[in-house]
């Protein structure tokens, strides 16, 4: 990366795990080689040692595990003195030169190739959701010390395919940027089937061949997978140490696991992050099965008090069971509350939803979530009328059914400052919209949602 880059992440504080270039395949076993690695490494860990925010130089991505995992000796036919001196040149590279080379000119800590052999005290790529067929609370059960790559596919946003000229879903130029093969799934196995079959355990599948549906329900399944990842992950009590998920962005208008698309625009998947690792906010702690456990978060410099207000409520909003707990949380620091058995709390669990609220002293509302007990799919929503009203910049939502998933969609390319949120009933949301041309007005919006027959009203 560019000078600029580290500077950028110097002022804001963020941490880079920065790898040596080499990832998924073996590296030459000549001198010459060895010796011209050593040079390109010395010049880039000189440039870029004195940044505070690298954290991490990492030898490379997916070598070892590849070597001894993924069947490459039988795959191109190396065995024995061929097999040992492919070996050796790895270990020469990654485990001498690199290293040494780091220790003598750079402070940071040098790790040689993720994820590690040693999953129980190292980071680990999981990906049990996607390349397996593993549901989300594999997320609670795999993952080593520091999960390092998980993810799910979606499409990009429509105003990014129209711009790329791809206008229906069968077009060839999209179905080219499907490049994920599964073969030892099934022959023929690709990320549209994959894609297909976790929206199925999710959402449900996608209208055949409709293109905004595929959009809609590919970005709303990676958005649930990442969530309940990063939220398993945070309230794991210490197991996970670390939890980066693949992928940010695009370098093309591709079908992939990014959040951020090519053209710069947020997936739902994105704005899902966001709120997952909300620096003051409460969570869920999904594992826990015998009761009710509510995690507040304080990620700041100051303590935190107030009131965590639960509820289940039907879909209609009628409060089922509630129950408030008070809470005083020290800075950088977390909170687990224990409500209740959760056979207290799942009560019809297909027609109900589990609501939190987290409040300051004075009584200002801090996060306000919600959560479905079972898969989208699984849940007998009520049909919604979504009223919309336009404000200065953005509109104001309100509906008198629960939606677990609402995504606005306007006519021009902007961001919005939330999407793919839950709307509880009888509680309005304000959501602000940043168009690309600052010039353009809003013009029409319409939403999106899993529930049956939605009816928006408004703009």
């Known amino acids: ?27 030459p076993t000549d001198d010459d080689f060895a010796q011209n690695v050593r040079l390109e490494a010395e010049e880039q860990v000189l440039r870029l040692r004195h940044h505070p925010s690298l954290v991490l130089w990492c030898g490379n991505n997916e070598m070892d595990r590849a070597w001894t995992s993924w069947g490459w000796q039988d795959t191109y036919n190396l065995h024995g003195i ?6 050796q040149a790895y270990l020469r590279l990654f485990q001498d030169i690199l290293p040494d080379l780091v220790d003598h000119e750079s402070p940071t800590q040098y790790l040689p190739t993720s994820p590690t052999l040693d999953s129980r005290s190292g ?14 609370s594999y997320y609670s059960r795999h993952g080593g010390r520091f999960v390092s790559e998980y993810g799910l596919q979606s499409l990009p946003n429509l105003h990014t395919l129209s711009e790329a000229g791809i206008s229906h879903f069968n077009d060839e130029a999209l179905q080219f940027r499907q490049r994920s093969k599964m073969d030892w799934l099934k022959p023929g196995f690709d990320g549209w089937d994959m894609m297909k079959h976790f929206m199925s355990e999710s959402t449900g599948a996608p209208k055949h061949h409709d293109l905004e549906d595929w959009i809609f329900k590919s970005q709303v399944t ?6 309940q990842a990063l939220e398993r992950h945070r309230t794991s009590e210490g197991r996970f140490g670390g939890s980066l998920y693949w992928s940010l962005n695009d370098v093309w208008p591709a079908v992939s696991w990014s959040t951020i698309d090519h053209a710069g625009r947020w ?5 899902a992050a966001k709120r997952a690792n909300a620096s003051q906010t409460v969570l869920w702690q999904r594992h826990r099965v015998d009761s009710l456990v509510m995690v507040v978060f304080n990620d700041a410099a100051e303590a935190l008090s107030g009131r965590l207000s639960v509820a289940v409520c039907d879909f209609a909003g009628d409060t089922i069971r509630s129950q408030d707990a008070e809470f005083e949380v020290e800075p950088m620091s977390s909170l687990p509350i224990s409500m209740a058995s959760m056979a207290e709390w799942r009560i019809q669990p297909k027609d109900s939803y589990l609501s939190w609220m987290l409040e300051g002293k004075d009584n200002a509302p801090i996060v306000h979530k919600s959560a479905l007990w079972v ?26 059914t629960y939606v677990p998933v609402a995504q606005l969609l306007a006519d021009i390319p902007g961001r919005w400052s939330d999407n793919g949120m839950t709307l509880e009933p009888h509680t309005r949301l304000t959501v602000a919209f940043d168009p690309e041309d600052s010039l353009a007005g809003l013009g029409e919006v319409k939403v999106l949602t899993l529930n049956p027959e939605t009816l928006n009203g408004g703009l």
């Open 123 to 136: 980071d680990e790529h999981a990906w049990g959701v996607w390349f397996g067929l593993e549901d989300f």
């Open 1 to 27: 990366p560019p000078q600029s880059f580290f500077e950028a992440c110097d002022e804001q504080g963020l941490l880079v795990w920065q790898d040596f270039m080499f990832a998924c395949t073996m590296v």
């Open 82 to 87: 061929d097999s040992t001196e492919v070996y």
């Open 375 to 400: 898969p989208f799919n699984e849940a007998n929503l009520l049909s919604p009328k979504i009223r919309l009203q336009p404000t200065g910049n953005g509109c104001w939502l309100e509906t008198q």
């Open 267 to 271: 997936k739902l998947g994105h704005y």
């Open 222 to 227: 990676q958005a649930e997978g990442l969530r």
